[in-house]
C-alpha cells in the first residue's frame, strides 16, 4: 500500500464536479450554495393539507413562543419536503398519520368535530392524550408526525433569535479561527510553490 | 470526476477495476487504497456531493441532503429505536461526532477466540488501527474548542468520582464549531469527504452521485458489477438505469442496506447468518436543564465519555445538538415543548449507550424497503435505568433545576427523590425512549461459512468477487463509537484484494 500526500481537503477542482459549483467559501446560506436541487414538496390532496394544517397548529408552540404570519405554511413546506426524502412507503404512513390525528377527536369520542374544527389547545391536549394511548399505532402517528413538525418549527430563524440561538455569526468566527490556526502551515506550502 | 444525475442521461455504462458501493467509513477507505494502488475504482453513492463550504446549521436543509430518507428510519421493536444513516458523499462520516476510537481489547479478544483467528485479534488489527489513525488525525481536542457543557460533563464526574476517558477525534485544528451532526463547516471534521475520497479522486477514482444499486450483476456464479438507477434530485424518482461492471465489487452501504442489497439474491443461505446479528448500541437521552446559561453550542460536541461503568456495558457523554434535532427528541409538544426548550441555552444534552447483549435482524420485504427488528432485552433494559439514574443524579448534584427524562410516561425529574419514584415505576421495556446511529454485525466476518457471511479476506462465502467493507463485518457489538474499526477492517480488504490481484 501506498501512503504518499494523504491532504485533507475537498475534492481539487481538477478532478471535481462537473457541473456542481464548489465555492471557495462558506456561505452558511439556508439554502446551500453548491448547486443542490431540493425536491419539490411531496404530493397531498386538499383534504390531508388541511389535516396537516390542524395538526401542526396543534403541534407548534402557542404565544410567547414566535408565530411569525406564514407559520404553517413554512412548517408544511419543510414536512412535506422531508416526505419527498423519505421512503415512499413512510411518507405515506406519515400522511395517514395526519389523517387519524384529524379524526381522533371523533375516534376517541372527545369532541363531535375533527381536530380542524376545534380550538388549538383542545387540539393540543388530543394528541397529549394520544401520545399516552395503550395503541401503538396512534402512540407511533403522533410521535412521527411530532418530531417533523417541531423539526421545523424550531429551525426557524425567528425561533432561534427567540432562543439565544445565533449559530451564523458563531460559526463565522471559528471558521475565521481555524483559518488563523492554519496560516502557519500555508505559508511554507506557499513559498514551496513560488520557489 | 464526480458525477451526478443530470450525466447520466448520455452516460450510463461504466466499466473498472472495482466498484464501491458507498463512500462512508467503508467504501471510501476500501476505494481509496486500491485506487492509490493503481486499480481502476468507481465509487456509486445514493446521496449527493455536498463539499464543505456547503454545510450549514440549518436542519430543515441539511438533514433532507445528508441523511438517509431525512432520518425517517426506524427500528422495529420493544421499544421503537430511530435510527440514523448518512446518505451523502462520506456517508455517517460525515454526521457524526468524530469519536476515533478502536474497538476495546476485550472485544477483539473476544472477535479473536469467536472467529478462530489471531486475524481479528489486538495485535493483527494494531498497524491498522495506526494507518487509519495518522490518515484521519485522530487525536485529543485542543482546550479552547471545549465548551461550557463538557466541563460540566467533566466536572460532574469528577464529583462523582467516576472515571472518563478523554475522546481522541478525527480532526485536525478544530476549533469547536459543534455542527458535526449537520457536516463540519470549518473542514476541521475529517471525514472521508475530506480525507480518503479526495485521495482516491486525485488518483483516477471516479464517484457516481445520487445511483441507487438494486442488484449485483452476476455470472456464472461471479459477482462482476452492479445495476442501479439514478435519482431525479427533483422529483426522488429512481428513473435512469445505470450499470457498473468490474472485476470485484465491494459492498459498503452499512448494516442495513448491504444485507438487503444481498438478501436479494437469496445469499447467505449457508450460515443462515445474513441478516441476523444485527447489533445497534441504542442510545436514550437525559437532557439537564441548569439555572444558568451553558450555550452548549458553543464548543466541540463531546469532549470525553464517562467510562466507569463500561464493564458493565454503559457509556454516558454529553451531544449537544441544534434546536431542530433537540426538538424532535424532545417528548412534548405545545406549550410543554416551549417550557422546555426556551431553556435550550441552559440545556446540557447527555446520554446514556448501551453495549448490546442481544441483536436483531435486518429482512427484505415486499413494500422495497428493509425491516430493521430487534429488542431490548431484560439486562440492557436494566442498564438503561441504571445509566439514566446515574447520570441524571450527576446532574442533580452538578445544581441542575431539572432533568428531562427517555420514558414516554414520566418524562420530567425535579429532584434525586422524584427520579427515584420515576425509575421504580419503570418497569416495561416500551416505555423507554430509544435512538441509534451506530449500526453493525448483519455480514459477519469469520472463518468458517458455517457461521459466517464473509471470510477473512471480505470475500462473500457463497459470491466470489463480491466483498463487504463496513460495520456489517462486525462478530459482536464493540461498545463504542465504530468508524475507526470499520476504516481498520476497510483497509484491511484492500490490502488482501490488492495482494490477490498481485498474485494473479
Redesign the interface.
Given at each position: 500500500m501506498t501512503s504518499g500526500d494523504w491532504s485533507h481537503q475537498d475534492p481539487p477542482e481538477k478532478s471535481g464536479h462537473r457541473r456542481l459549483r464548489v465555492a471557495s467559501q462558506v456561505s452558511l446560506a439556508r439554502h446551500p450554495t453548491d448547486g443542490w436541487i431540493a425536491a419539490d414538496p411531496h404530493p397531498m390532496r386538499p383534504s390531508v393539507r388541511r389535516a396537516l394544517h390542524a395538526v401542526i397548529r396543534a403541534i407548534v408552540p402557542p404565544a410567547p413562543a414566535p408565530q411569525p404570519a406564514d407559520l404553517v405554511e413554512r412548517v408544511e413546506l419543510y414536512v412535506r419536503r422531508f416526505m419527498s426524502y423519505m421512503h415512499p412507503l413512510a411518507a405515506f404512513g406519515l400522511m395517514l398519520a395526519f389523517v387519524l390525528m384529524d379524526w381522533a377527536p371523533r375516534l376517541l369520542l372527545r369532541s363531535r368535530r375533527r381536530l380542524q374544527g376545534l380550538s388549538r389547545s383542545e387540539g393540543a391536549r388530543i394528541l397529549e392524550a394520544l401520545v399516552h394511548s395503550r395503541l401503538e399505532l396512534f402512540r407511533s402517528a403522533v410521535l412521527a408526525a411530532r418530531g417533523a413538525i417541531m423539526s421545523a418549527y424550531f429551525d426557524q430563524q425567528e425561533v432561534h433569535e427567540a432562543l439565544g440561538y445565533a449559530p451564523v455569526p458563531f460559526l463565522r468566527e471559528r471558521i475565521e479561527r481555524r483559518a488563523k490556526l492554519l496560516e502557519p502551515r500555508a505559508a511554507p506550502a506557499a513559498a514551496g510553490r513560488a520557489s | 470526476?464526480?458525477?451526478?444525475y443530470?450525466?447520466y442521461a448520455s452516460e450510463h455504462d461504466f466499466d473498472a477495476d472495482v466498484v464501491v458501493v458507498g463512500t462512508g467509513a467503508g467504501g471510501a477507505v476500501v476505494g481509496a487504497?486500491l485506487a492509490?494502488?493503481g486499480l481502476r475504482v468507481v465509487f456509486v453513492e445514493e446521496g449527493?456531493?455536498?463539499?464543505?463550504?456547503?454545510?450549514?446549521?440549518?436542519?430543515?436543509?441539511s438533514?433532507?441532503?445528508l441523511y438517509r430518507?431525512?432520518s425517517?428510519t426506524v427500528i422495529f421493536g420493544t421499544p421503537?429505536i430511530?435510527y440514523v444513516e448518512g446518505r451523502c458523499v462520506g456517508g455517517s462520516t460525515v454526521i457524526n461526532g468524530g469519536m476515533a476510537y478502536r474497538a476495546p481489547e476485550r472485544a477483539l479478544d473476544a472477535w479473536q477466540a469467536q472467529v478462530g483467528s489471531a486475524d481479528l485479534g489486538p495485535k493483527a488489527l494494531e498497524p491498522l488501527f495506526e494507518?487509519v489513525e495518522g490518515?484521519i488525525?485522530a487525536r485529543e481536542q485542543s482546550e479552547e474548542s471545549v465548551g461550557d457543557d463538557s466541563r460540566i460533563m467533566l466536572a460532574g464526574a469528577a464529583k462523582m468520582g467516576w472515571r472518563v476517558s478523554v475522546n481522541r477525534r478525527n480532526q485536525?485544528?478544530?476549533?469547536?464549531?459543534n455542527?458535526c451532526s449537520l457536516g463540519c463547516?470549518?473542514?476541521?471534521k475529517?471525514s472521508t469527504?475530506?480525507?480518503y475520497?479526495?485521495?482516491a479522486?486525485?488518483a483516477g477514482a471516479d464517484c457516481l452521485t445520487e445511483v441507487r444499486v438494486e442488484r449485483l450483476l452476476i455470472e456464472r456464479g461471479r459477482c462482476v458489477g452492479v445495476s442501479g438507477r439514478a435519482i431525479n434530485?427533483?422529483?426522488?424518482k429512481a428513473d435512469r438505469a445505470i450499470t457498473v461492471r468490474a472485476r470485484a465489487v465491494i459492498v459498503a452501504c452499512g448494516a442495513v442496506q448491504t444485507p438487503y442489497l444481498l438478501l436479494r439474491h437469496g445469499l447467505g443461505k449457508k450460515s443462515r447468518m445474513l441478516g441476523k446479528n444485527f447489533l445497534c448500541h441504542p442510545n436514550a437521552k437525559v437532557v439537564a436543564i441548569y439555572p444558568h446559561d451553558v450555550q452548549g453550542?458553543?464548543g466541540v460536541s463531546q469532549v470525553a465519555q464517562i467510562r466507569e461503568f463500561f464493564d458493565d456495558g454503559i457509556l454516558m457523554a454529553e451531544n449537544f445538538v441544534?434546536?431542530?434535532?433537540?426538538?424532535?427528541?424532545?417528548?412534548f409538544?405545545?406549550?410543554a415543548?416551549?417550557e422546555v426548550?426556551?431553556r435550550?441555552?441552559q440545556m446540557v444534552v447527555s446520554g446514556v449507550l448501551v453495549e448490546d447483549s442481544g441483536s436483531g435482524s435486518v429482512s427484505r420485504t415486499i413494500?422495497?424497503?428493509p425491516y430493521v427488528r430487534y429488542d431490548i432485552t431484560p439486562l440492557d433494559h436494566v442498564r438503561f435505568l441504571k445509566g439514566v439514574r446515574l447520570l441524571a443524579t450527576m446532574h442533580f448534584e452538578m445544581g441542575a433545576e431539572y432533568v428531562v427524562l427517555p420514558f414516554?410516561?414520566r418524562q420530567i425529574a425535579h429532584s434525586i427523590d422524584e427520579l427515584s419514584r420515576i425509575l421504580e415505576k419503570q418497569t416495561k421495556r416500551?416505555t423507554l425512549e430509544l435512538f441509534t446511529p451506530h449500526l453493525m454485525g448483519t455480514a459477519r466476518m469469520g472463518s468458517r461459512p458455517a457461521d459466517s457471511v464473509v471470510g477473512l479476506d471480505g470475500q462473500l462465502w457463497e459470491l466470489p468477487g463480491c466483498y463487504v467493507a463496513d460495520a456489517s463485518l462486525f462478530p459482536t457489538a464493540i461498545g463504542v463509537n465504530p468508524q475507526v474499526t470499520i476504516m481498520a477492517l476497510a483497509?484491511r480488504i484492500?490490502?488482501r484484494l490488492?495482494l490477490r490481484r498481485a498474485a494473479a
Amino acid at each position: 500500500m501506498t501512503s504518499g500526500d494523504w491532504s485533507h481537503q475537498d475534492p481539487p477542482e481538477k478532478s471535481g464536479h462537473r457541473r456542481l459549483r464548489v465555492a471557495s467559501q462558506v456561505s452558511l446560506a439556508r439554502h446551500p450554495t453548491d448547486g443542490w436541487i431540493a425536491a419539490d414538496p411531496h404530493p397531498m390532496r386538499p383534504s390531508v393539507r388541511r389535516a396537516l394544517h390542524a395538526v401542526i397548529r396543534a403541534i407548534v408552540p402557542p404565544a410567547p413562543a414566535p408565530q411569525p404570519a406564514d407559520l404553517v405554511e413554512r412548517v408544511e413546506l419543510y414536512v412535506r419536503r422531508f416526505m419527498s426524502y423519505m421512503h415512499p412507503l413512510a411518507a405515506f404512513g406519515l400522511m395517514l398519520a395526519f389523517v387519524l390525528m384529524d379524526w381522533a377527536p371523533r375516534l376517541l369520542l372527545r369532541s363531535r368535530r375533527r381536530l380542524q374544527g376545534l380550538s388549538r389547545s383542545e387540539g393540543a391536549r388530543i394528541l397529549e392524550a394520544l401520545v399516552h394511548s395503550r395503541l401503538e399505532l396512534f402512540r407511533s402517528a403522533v410521535l412521527a408526525a411530532r418530531g417533523a413538525i417541531m423539526s421545523a418549527y424550531f429551525d426557524q430563524q425567528e425561533v432561534h433569535e427567540a432562543l439565544g440561538y445565533a449559530p451564523v455569526p458563531f460559526l463565522r468566527e471559528r471558521i475565521e479561527r481555524r483559518a488563523k490556526l492554519l496560516e502557519p502551515r500555508a505559508a511554507p506550502a506557499a513559498a514551496g510553490r513560488a520557489s | 470526476m464526480i458525477l451526478d444525475y443530470t450525466d447520466y442521461a448520455s452516460e450510463h455504462d461504466f466499466d473498472a477495476d472495482v466498484v464501491v458501493v458507498g463512500t462512508g467509513a467503508g467504501g471510501a477507505v476500501v476505494g481509496a487504497e486500491l485506487a492509490c494502488a493503481g486499480l481502476r475504482v468507481v465509487f456509486v453513492e445514493e446521496g449527493g456531493y455536498h463539499p464543505t463550504t456547503s454545510f450549514n446549521p440549518y436542519t430543515t436543509e441539511s438533514v433532507p441532503r445528508l441523511y438517509r430518507d431525512a432520518s425517517a428510519t426506524v427500528i422495529f421493536g420493544t421499544p421503537p429505536i430511530p435510527y440514523v444513516e448518512g446518505r451523502c458523499v462520506g456517508g455517517s462520516t460525515v454526521i457524526n461526532g468524530g469519536m476515533a476510537y478502536r474497538a476495546p481489547e476485550r472485544a477483539l479478544d473476544a472477535w479473536q477466540a469467536q472467529v478462530g483467528s489471531a486475524d481479528l485479534g489486538p495485535k493483527a488489527l494494531e498497524p491498522l488501527f495506526e494507518r487509519v489513525e495518522g490518515l484521519i488525525h485522530a487525536r485529543e481536542q485542543s482546550e479552547e474548542s471545549v465548551g461550557d457543557d463538557s466541563r460540566i460533563m467533566l466536572a460532574g464526574a469528577a464529583k462523582m468520582g467516576w472515571r472518563v476517558s478523554v475522546n481522541r477525534r478525527n480532526q485536525d485544528a478544530c476549533v469547536g464549531s459543534n455542527n458535526c451532526s449537520l457536516g463540519c463547516p470549518t473542514g476541521a471534521k475529517q471525514s472521508t469527504l475530506v480525507t480518503y475520497v479526495p485521495r482516491a479522486l486525485r488518483a483516477g477514482a471516479d464517484c457516481l452521485t445520487e445511483v441507487r444499486v438494486e442488484r449485483l450483476l452476476i455470472e456464472r456464479g461471479r459477482c462482476v458489477g452492479v445495476s442501479g438507477r439514478a435519482i431525479n434530485p427533483r422529483t426522488r424518482k429512481a428513473d435512469r438505469a445505470i450499470t457498473v461492471r468490474a472485476r470485484a465489487v465491494i459492498v459498503a452501504c452499512g448494516a442495513v442496506q448491504t444485507p438487503y442489497l444481498l438478501l436479494r439474491h437469496g445469499l447467505g443461505k449457508k450460515s443462515r447468518m445474513l441478516g441476523k446479528n444485527f447489533l445497534c448500541h441504542p442510545n436514550a437521552k437525559v437532557v439537564a436543564i441548569y439555572p444558568h446559561d451553558v450555550q452548549g453550542w458553543r464548543g466541540v460536541s463531546q469532549v470525553a465519555q464517562i467510562r466507569e461503568f463500561f464493564d458493565d456495558g454503559i457509556l454516558m457523554a454529553e451531544n449537544f445538538v441544534a434546536p431542530g434535532v433537540l426538538a424532535a427528541y424532545v417528548p412534548f409538544h405545545g406549550e410543554a415543548a416551549w417550557e422546555v426548550m426556551q431553556r435550550y441555552n441552559q440545556m446540557v444534552v447527555s446520554g446514556v449507550l448501551v453495549e448490546d447483549s442481544g441483536s436483531g435482524s435486518v429482512s427484505r420485504t415486499i413494500f422495497g424497503m428493509p425491516y430493521v427488528r430487534y429488542d431490548i432485552t431484560p439486562l440492557d433494559h436494566v442498564r438503561f435505568l441504571k445509566g439514566v439514574r446515574l447520570l441524571a443524579t450527576m446532574h442533580f448534584e452538578m445544581g441542575a433545576e431539572y432533568v428531562v427524562l427517555p420514558f414516554t410516561d414520566r418524562q420530567i425529574a425535579h429532584s434525586i427523590d422524584e427520579l427515584s419514584r420515576i425509575l421504580e415505576k419503570q418497569t416495561k421495556r416500551d416505555t423507554l425512549e430509544l435512538f441509534t446511529p451506530h449500526l453493525m454485525g448483519t455480514a459477519r466476518m469469520g472463518s468458517r461459512p458455517a457461521d459466517s457471511v464473509v471470510g477473512l479476506d471480505g470475500q462473500l462465502w457463497e459470491l466470489p468477487g463480491c466483498y463487504v467493507a463496513d460495520a456489517s463485518l462486525f462478530p459482536t457489538a464493540i461498545g463504542v463509537n465504530p468508524q475507526v474499526t470499520i476504516m481498520a477492517l476497510a483497509t484491511r480488504i484492500a490490502e488482501r484484494l490488492e495482494l490477490r490481484r498481485a498474485a494473479a
